[in-house]
């Protein structure tokens, strides 16, 4: 049998969103006994023609007189769905880094062996007819951005787990609390910068990334619907802003930046390290706090305000976050290297790649904090019929 769980409303339920009840709607009807009856209500209307993710076959289901069975209580059924939505979201974040891991694996060995040019210092492969591409700068910068962000995500995705377990088999509410403010960000920021890395080692490539006997084209199509499915982007910022910052008096994100502080404390007599990673994440996470100040202090005055800088705001979230685990491995580099611990090179690589981000990347918090200080002006002064 395939189990269906449709969203559905009872006659005479409540309007929008608060009459919406769950049900399980089966391929067959059950028999009391347990056996399988017949055939139910329900069939495929049509198979979905998509941009991307052939091997997952989508469709339109049709239920024509289908039997139902309500799961839990009457009109509460999209809170019952968020349990399972939250998980996809995690999920779906993975899926834009994993995207990302694959494509930058494709473009850093695609720009150690194409020969194209010549390193503007000279001849980096002078008995050949040209240097690799990955000699030059511009080609690097591309593939910095993918390999900071991928490591670094890779890093964020392992802290939610943690907190994940914590919650669930330690009981532990702060965590689940701290996981749950973090979700939306992992959801938009992950799979927008995912996406993004898809497309830059896409242009690695050239015009070999433009045509079909490298899979570069289908990585980009591939990674497109994850900024969607699961609740688009701009839903997982306004339920930031919305929903999960202002949770329980702002208590979660009061607590994420404790975590945030408490790090660097225990670090600053790391000099070298301070310079390096604790300086750009105070930072950016006072450029956070003053978003945040900015939002439910307009928030309150214009709800516009708070709602056109909420994509900026998941976005500087997620640079916070990153630059953060940044700090974190960079620590754990340093200290492996002092004690002479591990492979040396893979360490240093570590280091070398996290001054990439913090000083190339995560300086965007302040752009992201101009723009929400904007407020809703620039976003909402142009008539519709000017569209």
Not at 24 to 52: C, H, Q, T, Y
Not at 119 to 141: F, L, M, Q, S, Y
Not at 179 to 208: M, R, W
Not at 342 to 361: I, P, S
Request: hydrophobic share 45%; aromatic share 8%; with cysteine.
């Amino acid at each position: 049998n395939i189990i269906h769980l449709v969203l559905a409303r009872i006659p005479g339920s409540p309007p929008g969103t608060k009459g919406i009840s769950l049900f399980i709607v089966p391929k067959f009807v059950v028999n009391p006994d347990g056996s399988l009856g017949a055939r139910n209500g329900v069939s495929v209307g049509k198979l979905e023609e998509k941009m991307g993710i052939h091997g997952n076959a989508t469709c339109v289901l049709n239920y024509d007189d289908a039997q139902g069975w309500l799961l839990g209580e009457p009109n509460k059924g999209l809170k019952a769905m968020f349990t399972m939505m939250n998980e996809a979201r995690i999920g779906v974040g993975l899926q834009g880094l994993a995207q990302a891991e694959i494509a930058y694996q494709h473009a850093a060995a695609y720009a150690r062996e194409r020969l194209q040019g010549r390193a503007v210092t000279g001849p980096k492969n002078p008995d050949g007819p040209a240097d690799p591409i990955i000699v030059h700068p511009d080609v690097r910068r591309m593939l910095l951005d993918q390999k900071s962000f991928t490591e670094g995500a890779r890093a964020f995705i392992l802290w939610a787990a943690t907190l994940i377990d914590r919650a669930k088999h330690m009981g532990d509410e702060d965590a689940e609390g701290l996981v749950s403010l973090l979700t939306p960000v992992i959801k938009g920021f992950l799979t927008d910068k995912g996406f993004e890395a898809t497309v830059q080692a896409q242009q690695v490539y050239g015009g070999h990334g433009y045509i079909e006997e490298h899979p570069m084209s289908q990585f980009v199509r591939d990674a497109r619907i994850a900024m969607i499915y699961e609740g688009a982007n701009g839903i997982q910022a306004l339920d930031l802003v919305a929903r999960k910052l202002p949770a329980k008096g702002g208590k979660y994100a009061m607590a994420f930046f404790g975590e945030l502080r408490g790090f660097i404390k225990a670090h600053e007599g790391d000099e070298a390290l301070a310079a390096e990673f604790l300086a750009p994440l105070k930072a950016a996470s006072k450029d956070l706090q003053a978003a945040m100040e900015y939002m439910m202090a307009e928030g309150m005055k214009n709800p516009e305000a708070a709602v056109a800088g909420s994509y900026d705001l998941m976005h500087m979230f997620g640079h916070v976050c990153l630059g953060l685990m940044w700090a974190r491995m960079a620590a754990a580099a340093r200290k492996a290297l002092a004690e002479g611990r591990g492979d040396a090179a893979f360490h240093q690589a570590k280091l070398a790649t996290g001054r990439y981000y913090m000083q190339r990347q995560l300086p965007a918090t302040a752009l992201h904090l101009a723009r929400i200080r904007t407020g809703a002006g620039p976003v909402m002064e142009l008539p519709e019929e000017a569209f």
